[in-house]
């Protein structure tokens, strides 16, 4: 300890709390097993720093449990960047208290036909499908529920499973996690159905009565705005900058005409015909479509062209460069939709 903490204040610092006690045995451990001076300073700190986190939550060793070592992990993260080998740690520490018989070691759970189940559920996933442990784990955790969700701590009866089960699992558990957690939720649960007929636990394709989830692209953009909030919108550009000019002029193109974004970024110097008063949309399939031009959009874009474009070879009408052309999406896309439902364009 001396010769990693030369300091003699760091060194005393090492030794206070409910650890104090230990730490000389823990680093005499770790200069045993070989580790070099940088991890042993890591760990050292990392036991002394959860020794003084007990003393003020008044914890002493003998109640020293992984649940509470968890939870100083976890408070630990919010002021330090959490490190491989945290864990290691403190698990190590966790040895050393026990082979000194300072804290018991907890005497495992009973074991319920459910466990035994996930058990099996979970060497299958790791060896005949190769998933990742944190994969396993997620699945094995997701059938557990559903198992003590229909049969508790009791007997595992497969031929009790219908259908109805499964979607009411399902539809309850999904009510309480977010929705990205959903089509874990689902996609477990088929994994974990398609295992028990293959085992041939269950005689129906339950896996296909697993409900699936709606996770549409934008499902969160409003349909559209009204016509209040457009105008909120428009005049919230500030049509005194390059930007601001600009974004007025593509705001009202798919305000006023319904333009598709993709639309608006192939709008090329040639598509505007300002004597005849028509604008040239390339639209979808290659077609082309001639549309006149409204005066306040006129306006908006020659606006643009004379006072803000920049100087540039390139013929599109909107010359973007760098981050400018990140329009706001929901804004855009809520304007297409309005437009859209009352000009009938598809």
């Known amino acids: 300890m001396k010769l990693i903490f030369k300091n003699p ?3 005393q610092r090492m030794h206070e709390g409910p650890l104090g006690l230990y730490i000389d045995s ?3 451990e770790m200069r045993e097993q070989g580790y070099c001076a940088g991890a042993m300073e890591s760990q050292i700190r990392l036991v002394a720093d959860f020794s003084r986190w007990m003393m003020k939550a008044q914890i002493t060793p003998q109640k020293i449990t992984a649940r509470c070592c968890k939870t100083y ?6 002021r330090l960047h959490p490190k491989r080998d945290d864990w290691a740690a403190l698990n190590r520490l966790f040895s050393l208290l026990l082979r000194q018989r300072i804290i018991v070691e907890p005497s495992p759970p009973t074991a ?3 466990n035994e189940i996930q058990a099996e559920f979970a060497r299958y996933l790791g060896r005949e499908r190769g998933l990742v442990s944190t994969t396993v784990n997620c699945y094995v955790s997701f059938a557990g529920e559903f198992l003590a969700d229909r049969f508790g701590v009791g007997p595992i009866d497969w031929s009790l499973l219908c259908p109805v089960d499964v979607i009411g699992f399902v539809q309850r558990r999904a009510a309480s996690i977010k929705s990205k957690r959903v089509q874990l939720l689902t996609t477990a649960m088929r994994s974990f159905l398609r295992w028990a007929r293959y085992r041939g636990d269950i005689g129906t394709d339950l ?4 409900p699936s989830v709606a996770n549409w692209s934008l499902s969160t953009v409003p349909r559209a705005l009204p ?3 457009s105008k909120r919108v428009l005049a919230a550009c500030e049509r005194k900058t390059t930007v601001g000019r600009r974004d007025y002029a593509i705001l009202l193109l798919l305000a006023r005409l319904g333009l598709r974004a993709s639309e608006v970024v192939r709008l090329t110097l040639e598509d505007l015909d300002w004597q005849a008063g028509l604008i040239t949309v390339r639209g979808k399939g290659g077609r082309h479509s001639p549309m006149p031009v409204p005066l306040d959009v006129g306006e908006a874009i020659a606006d643009y062209l004379r006072n803000a474009r920049p100087p540039t070879m390139n013929r599109c009408v909107f010359s973007l460069s760098g981050t400018d052309h990140e329009l706001p999406r929901v804004a855009s896309d809520s304007l ?3 437009t859209w439902s009352s000009t009938g364009r598809h």
């Open 112 to 114: 319920t036909p459910a």
């Open 336 to 338: 297409c939709r309005q």
């Open 9 to 11: 204040r760091t060194f």
């Open 207 to 210: 896996a296909a009565c697993v």
């Open 227 to 229: 016509p209040g909030q």
């Open 26 to 28: 823990y680093a005499a």
């Open 73 to 78: 992990l976890r408070c630990r993260a919010r």
